[in-house]
């Protein structure tokens, strides 16, 4: 719409001497505005309409120039004869009914390069009537954007609102960020500090809630979260949720509790069993009770009868694609880089080795736990830096100096500690000591040994550790390459390298005692302009850095896991450029033994995608490491003795991994994007392009309640104020948002598209008479009917009914025929007869009705074999457990022949009650399927299009 001027400069009585008269009604020219016609007039003023720009404009009448009272009068805006606010209100209504029900809506409303198994997934996901589904694809195959797209996809469907996400700590930001950028969803993090400082009710004002699994562990914010009726439920890293029939966690309880209050549950896990059917049980029990029916049935068919229709059970919520069925990976190259240690590093390295040998074995010997765990630690402190294990050596002389007693309190925290969550322990290692070192011998030994090994580590200047990483960053440098990620284990290692290096390059530190803020911050400054980023494990988790490419293990965790945690970082969808990693170990040091086995025997480097996550967790389970490695460091085990137990017990991993892949993993992927998009064209005939428009021009009517309109600041980019009054940057091109992420994608979900098509499709502006001049159209009335169908599946649609006022004739199209749309609209002196319309709709009223009959025969038939599948699955679990508890009450009537003592008759009536109690819930069951499948449908009048 073009700038109008504040004044037109024209002569009042020239201007409304009409030059033309036609079937428009009055008409008057002005050369900027075009051919105008007048709609209204009074003593004070002038009502003009301009037709070419669709413009309304009250001037007054005062004086000789005509001076605009109001650029978009309240009055103007609301008029049920403004043209172009009905066309509007139409596409908008044909726009959301069309995103909502018509394939995958979500696919064009996410700011996300979609992959064809996220797409699948959303689709049976969306498609299901219960949805609830376990998501199980490997780590680095999109389970965040899957469900992102299943979230946003039953809200379309379903106009679900309350959503509550519980997932890590570390990540409850990036999924916070991931649902604002990527799925225009703005949902707010509960945590314990702003439940407890805001109040427990503040959350309440949010429909959209991220909360962590430890704040839900807790059983007062775990009530205060039940108490809320949620309509979608996410758990990411569901195997953190993992129980069997002995033991069960408080985050399970919780998960338990909640699954049953909700319509729609998905559970995100890379690794949903290892092994043990027990937790396979669990899992799914929180999907779907009934598709594995009771534990113990459970028990009986699967793990002793060994039944073999499992998978096929499974396969009904357990969606799972592996990396190597997926593919679309790029290549992955590790190096060692080996370091030939100086006279001086080898003596310390030889001498601590020493030192940790002698006191790990004597620990062992007094089975004091404590001081094993401080030598682990110091053997892995040995293999990352001088300075960290300095540090650490010299801490520990302190203690040991001033004689700190033996804290108790952390021996028992022993079992809490995972030994290769190593951030922070340097501190943690120097509060421990052992009940013994009361001898005072030993500590003069120990004393002596630490001032030797604090002596020739002040004697190291700069080790070759650190000069061959410097050296490998220049060179990398200067062969273009511009983003490096190291990842360390130890914070003083971390503050060692940041020294070292930030001369030469801008160095981003970031670990786990940043805040959620400051490690956004600290990511965002590596995106952006920083060169390293230097991670501990805070960073191995959850993170994407696939913008990087180059990786470096200064020290390696002594968890293959872990490392394939680091490496999936920069390693997975989305990263256009091959992987190279650079693992750095010191000759003849447990470094160099760790990726042997690493290389060698587990593979964790050599495939293009690498080990699945789920083999090496299974590997951890069977194999500790920590254990293994220090009986080998400490010459308690040979080499030979070693690797033969690795070999035993990766076979044992590798059989457990095997049954998982037999039990879960889908064939082939059977689906191709492309086709997927060529089938759908047809019926894609909206796109952003007509959202768009609705959405620009619509706020143009609405500037009284909206912060401002749309404006054009360049090609395919706006700017706009959102709802809290703050200047921003958007578009509607779904390619542009993907190459810069400063501008807001305008989608569906976006606040802003939200608000404006709610105004259209939801006020009176436009909903119900329109006039139009056509010859081809005469003595025509065109009806658009919204019918409302109600069901378990939500769907609504829209009818247009002509109605010829000569022939008496009704004639269904199938949308708003072109005629209909180029129509020139105007203002009639009279209103058409209330008769004429009353006559018309009587006459359609029926065939809108006949239509919607129609329609619910069709939406029966496509939705059948849904309510059909959930019966027979509801069927057979719950027959199988009454006929369990029949078969029990009759041996336990056999029994009460023989003996009939009261307390066994007591137990008949308790099994009795059990098997009514089962009878009365399955018919419960199969009632609300029934009720669900049933299809109502409520019919109201759109809009009417008039031409006489």
């Not at 399955?922 to 409520?938: C, D, L, P, Q, S």
């Amino acid at each position: 719409m073009m700038d109008i001027p504040t004044q037109l400069s024209l002569d009042f009585e020239t201007t409304v001497e009409p030059k033309q008269s036609n079937e428009y009604g009055f008409l008057i020219d002005e050369p900027e505005l075009g051919l105008a016609k007048v709609t209204k007039e009074t003593p004070t003023s002038v009502e003009l309409f301009f037709e070419s720009k669709e413009i309304f404009r009250t001037v007054n009448k005062s004086n000789r120039n005509l001076h605009f009272l109001n650029q978009y009068p309240e009055s103007l805006r609301v008029s049920e004869e403004f043209p172009k606010a009905m066309e509007l209100a139409l596409t908008a209504s044909q726009l959301k009914l069309t995103y909502n029900f018509n394939k995958l809506s979500s696919l064009s409303n996410s700011r996300t390069r979609l992959l064809p198994h996220q797409i699948e997934s959303t689709f049976i996901v969306a498609n299901s009537l219960k949805p609830r589904f376990i998501l199980a694809d490997e780590v680095g195959l999109g389970k965040t954007i899957e469900a992102g797209l299943a979230v946003k996809e039953l809200m379309f469907r379903r106009g679900l609102k309350r959503v509550l996400v519980v997932a890590p700590s570390p990540l409850l930001v990036q999924w916070q960020q991931e649902m604002k950028n990527k799925f225009n969803e703005e949902f707010a993090i509960v945590r314990r500090r702003n439940f407890v400082t805001n109040g427990p009710d503040h959350w309440r004002n949010f429909n959209k809630i991220i909360t962590s699994i430890d704040f839900i562990k807790n059983p007062r914010y775990a009530e205060e979260i039940l108490g809320t009726k949620w309509d979608i439920v996410v758990f990411d890293e569901a195997h953190r949720l993992r129980r069997d029939y002995s033991k069960i966690t408080r985050g399970y309880l919780f998960a338990e509790k909640i699954a049953r209050k909700t319509e729609c549950l998905l559970l995100l896990t890379a690794t949903p069993f290892r092994g043990k059917l027990e937790e396979l049980f669990y899992l799914m029990h929180l999907v779907d009770p009934n598709i594995l029916g009771p534990y113990h049935t459970f028990i009986n068919d699967y793990v002793v009868g060994q039944k073999g229709d499992l998978k096929e059970k499974i396969s009904k919520v357990l969606l799972r694609r592996r990396k190597v069925e997926v593919g679309g990976f790029t290549k992955r190259f590790a190096k060692t880089v080996r370091i030939d240690l100086s006279p001086i590093e080898r003596a310390f390295y030889d001498e601590t080795t020493e030192y940790v040998k002698r006191e790990y074995n004597m620990a062992m010997g007094t089975k004091n736990r404590a001081i094993g765990f401080v030598m682990v630690v110091f053997q892995k402190l040995l293999d990352s830096s001088v300075i960290a294990l300095l540090s650490a050596l010299q801490k520990r002389k302190f203690m040991l100096e001033s004689k700190f007693h033996y804290m108790k309190e952390h021996e028992t925290n022993l079992d809490d500690w995972d030994l290769d969550e190593t951030e922070g322990v340097e501190d943690f290692i120097t509060e421990l000591e052992d009940e013994e070192m009361s001898s005072f011998q030993r500590i003069k030994r120990e004393l002596f040994t630490l001032n030797r090994l604090i002596h020739l580590g002040k004697q190291i200047k700069e080790d070759k550790k650190t000069q061959k990483l410097r050296e490998t960053l220049y060179r990398l440098k200067k062969e273009g390459h511009k983003k490096f990620i190291i990842f360390t284990q130890f914070r003083t290692t971390q503050d060692h390298l940041q020294s070292v290096l930030e001369p030469d390059f801008k160095v981003s530190p970031f670990h786990g005692s940043l805040s959620m803020d400051e490690k956004e911050v600290a990511i965002q400054k590596f995106k952006e302009d920083y060169e390293i980023l230097i991670c501990t494990e805070a960073g191995g988790e959850g993170r994407n850095l696939q913008f990087a490419n180059i990786l470096f293990n200064y020290d390696l965790p002594w968890s293959p896991l872990k490392i394939e945690q680091r490496i999936g970082r920069i390693h997975r969808f989305g990263q256009k450029d091959n992987v190279y990693i650079f693992n750095f170990a010191s000759k003849d040091t447990v470094a160099e033994r760790i990726l042997e086995v690493l290389t060698n025997k587990i593979r964790l480097f050599e495939e293009s995608i690498g080990a699945s996550d789920d083999l090496l967790g299974t590997i951890e389970e069977e194999l500790d490491f920590n254990s293994s490695l220090m009986k080998f460091i400490t010459g308690t085990k040979t080499k030979e003795e070693l690797e033969t137990e690795f070999d035993l017990r990766i076979q044992v991993a590798q059989k457990g991994f095997e049954k998982l892949n037999a039990l879960v993993t889908p064939k082939v992927l059977d689906f191709n994007l492309k086709d997927y998009y060529d089938h759908t064209l047809e019926e894609r005939e909206w796109n952003n392009q007509h959202l768009e428009e609705v959405v620009s021009e619509g706020s143009k009517f609405f500037q009284n309640k909206l912060p401002g309109s749309l404006a054009v600041t360049g090609k395919g980019s706006y700017e706009y104020k959102n709802l809290e009054g703050k200047v921003k940057k958007a578009t509607f091109d779904s390619d542009l948002a993907l190459t810069n992420d400063s501008l807001e994608f305008m989608a569906f979900g976006h606040p802003f598209v939200e608000k404006v098509t709610e105004l259209l499709t939801h006020s009176n502006v436009g909903r119900k008479k329109k006039y139009l001049y056509s010859q081809n159209l005469s003595q025509k009335i065109l009806f658009v009917f919204q019918v409302e169908f109600d069901f378990s599946l939500k769907r609504k649609d829209l009818f247009f009914i002509e109605f010829d006022l000569k022939k008496k004739k009704s004639l269904v199209v199938t949308e708003k025929p072109k005629e209909w749309t180029e129509g020139k609209t105007y203002v009639p002196e009279t209103e058409i007869p209330l008769s004429k319309l009353e006559e018309a709709f009587i006459h359609c009223f029926p065939i809108v009705e006949s239509e919607a009959e129609i329609k619910k025969e069709i939406l029966r038939k496509e939705t059948l074999s849904i309510f059909q599948k959930e019966e027979y699955k509801v069927e057979l679990s719950h027959q199988k457990t009454i006929r369990q508890l029949e078969e029990k009450l009759m041996r336990q009537e056999a029994a009460y022949k023989w003996d009939n003592r009261p307390e066994k008759k007591a137990v008949l009536h308790k099994t009795m009650k059990e098997i009514q109690r089962a009878k009365d819930e399955y018919t419960v069951e199969m009632r609300k399927i029934k009720n669900g499948a049933k299809i109502f449908h409520r019919i109201q009048l759109f809009q009417t299009y008039i031409c006489i």
